[in-house]
């Protein structure tokens, strides 16, 4: 009640000030207005009797005088008229004045001395008049005056009536403004604090068993966000305290973004981490006049950034946005998350030509399918592979300088951009401690050796002190393929490498998602779980069942051979045709590289000629969504699909599937995993499929739909205790450990 007293106060206050202001101006005009007016009618009057009055006063008749002046003095407004002979003598007046007209008139001398009419306002008896008086000639010279009287009291009555008028206006106002104003306060901001204050109670007292959904924004938009974020927080820290209470008395432990902070604070004794990444976890790109911030589709984004969350550190990538150069400050650095920062990411810039080189170049045409094993000829080209020299020399100059003022860093390189950086960090700081994880496949030595540049690799790769990959199957063929291509002791009982005196560890370590932490709390206002009716209905489809799929559009996601199965199953049981539809979520990829373009032409022909095969009036078997979809878009997909199809042909994780599973906090669901990811080394309770069998696939799929419930409920328990156990903390966790805990000088022996 006191705010809204003080508001509506501060609004009287304004709105009288305003009124006061505007009606003095008004009334400052309308006198100036009437007083003209007045004026110009007593010089017509005083023009009209001037002619009678010269005439008489010429031939000395004050009779006549008089009888012209008692009948002029009678009209509206006009108090009376009088006429002065040239020694200030009354001639003539009317009655009711006389007596005050008696003295002489210092105005009407001054008038007949300077023989011009004039006009002004003057007390006359107890009132104030407007007197008007014009000279009298006769013949040339000035023979008197004519006196026009008029009474002003109608202007005085006129300006009081606009002071009147205004202030009822001020009062009518006053009273529409303060109860709009209230209305207004008690719809748009006490209605909304009473609800925010609720939810925040409820959070707060946990009365409320069911999902908080967020509070309403409008006019406290960036306060209900930042309050969303704070309740998110406080959310997920009771849900971490409460399961690790759990697991204590169960004699386990749960790796939390909390635990983790510990695990490294220990380690590296208050030093910050420092992870390099050809992809930024955040980009800028200018919408108008608008910049916004992007979170690009990419696993190791989602992998990598609740580590940096949790720990903090710096971020060294590469800045893609057209925006991005915009935001950074002098030294190209920026704080993120926008909304909560809590690292830093610093930006590397290339040119289009080193990127075209290095990325889409050697990396994306070389190395990827060189490694994936995927059916496409992988490219070497000369100035590709001088581009990947460059920029992995540009990355190391940006690494080291961070690492300046750092005593024995510790740097997590990541994935297959970046071989040449770890032994160019190292060169230069060798109390450094660098890790190299890379995400993708390592094929076995003979496929590898078609590289030209492999011994430059793996000697570059050797420059770490840990290489990491998802697997030990992949650990063992990167074994081999140095054992191959270079001089080097290998250690097979430790898994170590040594060469010219540098010792490197190598290790699988299976990555992982934020389980359970942020990335699995829904977005803002999603209190509940989306209908897959509305789902299906947005899409423009009827149907009964739901399918999803989760990809970067590229030739190793077996996206082809999924559409195929899809098209086996519907020709095996038809009862399914009109009521199962798959619908694929894919973010174009690399659309530089012609593979990959002509890859996106040839998956949207093959989603279109299965539809025009069984397409029906309300219905399609394949949904094709080509864009990037923000984790928002996705979540409702993978929370209400009846089976979700990841049918890489080779994968070194993919995290799609541990997507899926984190998301179906109903426990239901089926994942349908290709054979040839890691996580079918870790999901055991998915139908594992050969992605290459489309058969098999398709028999997976009906297995899927008529799995019953309970069986669908137990092995995603199962695989969500599995994902709980292997999150991205825990695998964080073991990969800086066993980094920290390395003896830079004893060949790579634990501590």
Request: charged share 25%; aromatic share 8%.
């Amino acid at each position: 009640m006191r705010i809204n007293f003080r508001i509506i106060l501060s609004i009287v206050i304004v709105i009288s000030i305003i009124v006061f202001l505007f009606t003095i101006f008004q009334v400052r005009q309308e006198k100036e207005r009437l007083t003209i007016d007045l004026e110009r009618r007593a010089a017509l009057l005083g023009e009209s009797l001037r002619e009678s009055v010269e005439p008489l006063l010429e031939k000395g008749r004050p009779e006549r005088l008089q009888k012209i002046v008692e009948k002029f003095g009678n009209r509206e407004r006009l108090a009376g008229v009088a006429v002065y002979d040239v020694k200030d003598k009354l001639i003539a007046a009317t009655p009711q004045l006389s007596a005050h007209l008696t003295t002489p008139l210092t105005f009407v001398t001054n008038v007949m001395n300077s023989d011009q009419e004039d006009g002004a306002f003057s007390p006359l008896g107890k009132k104030e008049m407007y007197l008007y008086a014009l000279p009298i000639h006769r013949e040339e010279s000035v023979a008197g005056a004519l006196l026009i009287i008029h009474d002003p009291s109608y202007i005085q009555d006129r300006l009081s009536l606009i002071w009147k008028n205004n202030f009822i206006r001020f009062l009518v106002n006053a009273l529409v403004i303060s109860l709009t104003t209230l209305l207004l306060i008690r719809w748009s901001m006490a209605g909304p604090i009473a609800r925010m204050a609720e939810w925040i109670k409820s959070l707060r007292t946990e009365k409320n068993l069911e999902p908080l959904s967020s509070p309403p924004g409008g006019v406290f938009e960036p306060l209900t966000r930042e309050v969303t974020h704070i309740a998110k927080s406080i959310s997920l820290a009771r849900e971490v305290a409460e399961e690790e209470a759990r697991l204590r008395h169960r004699a386990e432990a749960l790796w939390t973004p909390t635990r983790l902070k510990e695990q490294i604070r220990t380690l590296l004794r208050e030093k910050s981490l420092f992870v390099v990444s050809n992809r930024e976890p955040y980009m800028h790109e200018r919408r108008g006049r608008k910049i916004e911030t992007l979170v690009p589709a990419s696993g190791l984004v989602t992998a990598l950034e609740p580590v940096l969350k949790a720990c903090g550190g710096t971020w060294i990538a590469h800045g893609s946005g057209d925006a991005d150069r915009e935001v950074v400050d002098a030294q190209n650095k920026i704080k993120v998350p926008p909304e909560d920062p809590q690292y830093i990411l610093k930006r590397v810039w290339l040119t289009k030509e080193e990127e075209k080189g290095y990325y889409y170049g050697f990396a994306n045409e070389g190395l990827w399918p060189l490694c994936h094993i995927a059916h496409t000829r992988p490219s070497f080209r000369e100035e590709d592979w001088g581009h990947y020299q460059t920029v992995n020399r540009k990355f190391a100059r940006a690494t080291l300088e961070e690492l300046e003022d750092t005593e024995e860093p510790l740097v997590l390189i990541q994935d297959y951009h970046f071989a040449l950086l770890p032994r160019l960090v190292k060169e230069e700081r060798s109390d450094a401690r660098v890790a190299l994880f890379w995400h993708i496949p390592w094929p076995n030595p003979e496929s590898f050796g078609i590289c030209p540049w492999q011994r430059d690799l793996l000697h570059g790769m050797l420059g770490a002190d840990l290489i990491g990959f998802h697997i030990q199957f992949h650990c063992n063929n990167f074994l081999e393929t140095v054992d191959r291509a270079l001089e080097s002791r290998i250690d097979w009982e430790h898994f170590t490498v040594e060469r010219g005196g540098q010792s490197t560890l190598v290790k699988p370590f299976p990555i992982s998602i934020a389980f359970p932490g942020p990335a699995m709390a829904p977005p803002a206002g999603h209190a509940a779980k989306p209908s897959k009716e509305i789902i299906l209905k947005e899409l423009g489809v009827k149907g009964k069942y739901l399918g999803a799929g989760v990809d970067r559009i590229d030739y190793t996601k077996g996206i082809l051979e999924r559409f195929k199965a899809v098209e086996r199953f519907l020709e095996k049981y038809p009862a399914y045709q009109g009521e199962f539809t798959f619908v694929e979520l894919g973010a174009p990829s690399r659309t530089h590289i012609k593979e990959y373009h002509d890859l996106m032409a040839t998956v949207e022909a093959e989603a279109d000629r299965i539809n025009w095969r069984f397409k029906a009036k309300e219905w399609q078997p394949i949904v094709f969504l080509k864009k990037h979809h923000s984790h928002e878009e996705i979540q409702p997909f993978y929370e209400t699909a009846d089976l979700c199809l990841v049918t890489s042909l080779h994968d070194g994780m993919n995290l799609v599937a541990k997507e899926y599973i984190g998301a179906r906090e109903d426990e239901l669901g089926v994942l349908i995993l290709s054979q040839f990811t890691g996580a079918s080394r870790e999901l055991r309770d998915a139908l594992i499929v050969n992605p290459y069998d489309i058969e098999q696939m398709a028999e997976a799929i009906r297995t899927a739909l008529e799995m019953d419930p309970a069986e669908q409920k137990a092995r995603m328990q199962r695989m969500r205790e599995t994902l709980k156990d292997r999150n991205i903390y825990h695998w964080a966790a073991n990969l800086i450990t066993a980094l920290a805990q390395l003896r830079l000088g004893n060949k790579g022996k634990m501590s």
